[in-house]
């Protein structure tokens, strides 16, 4: 199924694909469907207010913090595991087959195998439901019962905890759920357990969240150049993590004649 305009590569190898003005109707309308059948848990901060600077910010007061990173997620997604997700919120099977093939693409270096791509404004709706009714999603609901504190951006898996023997159990069960469930974490990205980690470009741990340094410094580049709007945009997004960077940024700006 021929089922994108086309696509071009990210500088990190990844592709993007570019939905024609019918499919990307159709997957408005799934998405539309799935939200009349399934609301996600409160842990998906990327369907929340806030969104990862929320995820980051529920952690910051806790003396160990762990991050974990799902490796390619969306290419983790298969047809297969689009289709049982939808089956689970009610959608007979054959139209489950359906709007799993509209929604998958195969990729190269994956002879045979669809999943879901970059681009498509369905695949956060698909992969986040498919994460939900997992053995993954399952171990992040047992992990939470457990008094750890866990959220979910994306690809992006944060858990603190009071207690490093908690935190390290909860790391063990989310772990066990990911091989159950055929999902993988990235070894190499794996941040504490620590007082302090870093994501989404930010430091957190230690009673606050702050922007990390090489960040920082490419945010004061842009409130130094024109136009008006995104210099204010910038300032107006790290007062969201760290109020006192933000007027650090406000100072450079004003001292800039800007």
């Not at 990862?52 to 806790?62: I, Y």
């Not at 139209?95 to 693409?105: K, R």
């Not at 990729?107 to 999943?115: E, H, N, Q, R």
């Not at 490093?164 to 990911?178: C, E, F, H, P, V």
Request: hydrophobic share 45%.
């Amino acid at each position: 199924m021929h089922n994108f305009d086309h696509r071009f590569p990210l500088k990190s190898g990844v592709h993007i694909y570019v939905q024609d003005d019918v499919s990307r109707k159709a997957g408005q309308d799934l998405c539309d469907w799935i939200e009349d059948r399934w609301s996600p848990p409160s842990h998906f901060y990327h369907f929340r207010d806030g969104g990862h600077v929320a995820a980051s910010r529920m952690h910051q007061v806790s003396p160990f913090i762990l991050g974990l990173d799902l490796r390619r997620f969306f290419d983790q997604v298969t047809r297969t595991k689009v289709h049982r997700g939808l089956r689970r919120i009610g959608f007979k099977s054959a139209d489950a087959y359906e709007f799993a093939c509209m929604s998958t693409v195969t990729k190269d270096g994956s002879p045979g195998a669809y999943s879901l791509p970059f681009g498509f404004v369905q695949s956060m709706h698909l992969a986040s439901l498919v994460l939900h009714y997992s053995a993954l999603g399952r171990a992040m609901l047992a992990v939470k019962r457990t008094g750890v504190r866990l959220s979910v951006y994306v690809d992006d898996v944060l858990m603190s905890a009071d207690s490093l023997n908690l935190l390290n159990d909860a790391q063990s069960l989310i772990l066990q759920g990911a091989d159950t469930a055929g999902f993988a974490f990235n070894p190499d990205k794996v941040r504490g357990p620590a007082s302090l980690i870093q994501a989404f470009n930010i430091r957190i741990g230690q009673g606050a969240l702050t922007i990390v340094d090489n960040r920082l410094n490419e945010f004061r580049q842009t409130v130094l150049e024109p136009p008006v709007a995104p210099a204010e945009a910038t300032i107006a997004y790290v007062r969201t993590v760290n109020a006192d960077q933000a007027d650090a940024l406000a100072a450079v700006r004003a001292t800039a004649g800007l």
